[in-house]
């Protein structure tokens, strides 16, 4: 749960249904490590019409050398859309974690 948690704003990721919240984590996660920026994907949950993308806005390299990049949010949860932006870092292990949303 805690990689889920880490990828999804929270005011966002609380109102996702849980498998909505499991798709948009690993299009989130996908989408950092393989989109250039600019390219967004997308995901949906057709049992409960939730859908939204990812797009990175930004990569940069921090001082201590780890790759962070910057990534917008759209999530259409009951018809109403719904935007977050946040700053995410690669971990040692690979994976991307959140150290910044808005």
């Known amino acids: 749960g805690s990689a889920i948690g880490a990828l999804i ?10 498998r909505s919240q499991q798709r948009m ?3 989130t996660q996908d989408t950092l490590e393989n989109n250039k920026t600019g390219q967004s994907s997308s995901w949906d949950n057709p049992d409960t019409e939730e859908r939204g993308s990812v797009t ?7 001082d ?10 759209t ?16 971990q040692p292990d690979g994976s991307w974690k959140i150290v910044n949303q808005g």
């Open 9 to 18: 704003g929270r005011e966002i990721g609380s109102e996702l249904s849980r």
């Open 25 to 27: 984590a690993r299009t």
């Open 56 to 62: 990175p806005t930004e990569t940069y390299q921090r």
């Open 64 to 73: 201590d050398g780890r790759y962070c990049r910057e990534f917008q949010q």
């Open 75 to 90: 999530v259409v949860i009951g018809g109403e859309t719904k935007q977050a932006y946040g700053t995410a870092c690669r």
